[in-house]
């Protein structure tokens, strides 16, 4: 098997989570992904569940074994303007983000979940 056999995939960060209320809450009504599964292997287990919005798939997770609170992820958007006025006009109570253009060529929207992990939503700066 050579390396031209060899493709790398997307990949789905595991995020954790303490507390699914809040975490719906966050991912679901603020941000607008969409709860594709949930899973817990009994009623009383953790749950894991996937999200996704477009391209973006993200795990959440409140078994302790599967990853660290306080996580960054980086998720490229397309119009990011539009993005940051909707986040704003829900004047969701646990965050009020802010638009900025970084010094290395995008805008960036940059939330934190109430698990510490950090999300920044990003769109390259087109080149005048």
């Known amino acids: 098997m050579g390396s031209s056999d060899i493709r790398i995939k997307a990949t789905t960060p595991i995020l954790r989570m303490f507390d699914i209320d809040k975490a719906k809450q966050f991912y679901i ?4 992904f969409q709860l594709d599964w949930e899973h817990r ?7 894991y569940m996937q999200i996704s919005s477009g391209e973006c798939v993200l795990h959440l997770s409140e078994h302790h074994g599967d990853c660290s609170p306080g996580a960054a992820v980086r998720i490229e958007v397309s119009g990011i303007e539009t993005l940051h006025a909707k986040l704003l006009a829900k004047a969701f109570k646990y965050a009020r983000p802010g638009l900025e253009q970084m010094p290395w060529g995008t805008k960036e929207i940059r939330v934190t979940d109430p698990f510490g992990n950090r999300l920044s939503f990003y769109e390259a700066i087109a080149s005048e």
Do not use: A, G, M
Request: aromatic share 18%.
């Open 41 to 47: 292997f009994e009623p009383d287990l953790p749950l």
């Open 29 to 32: 009504e603020f941000l607008e």
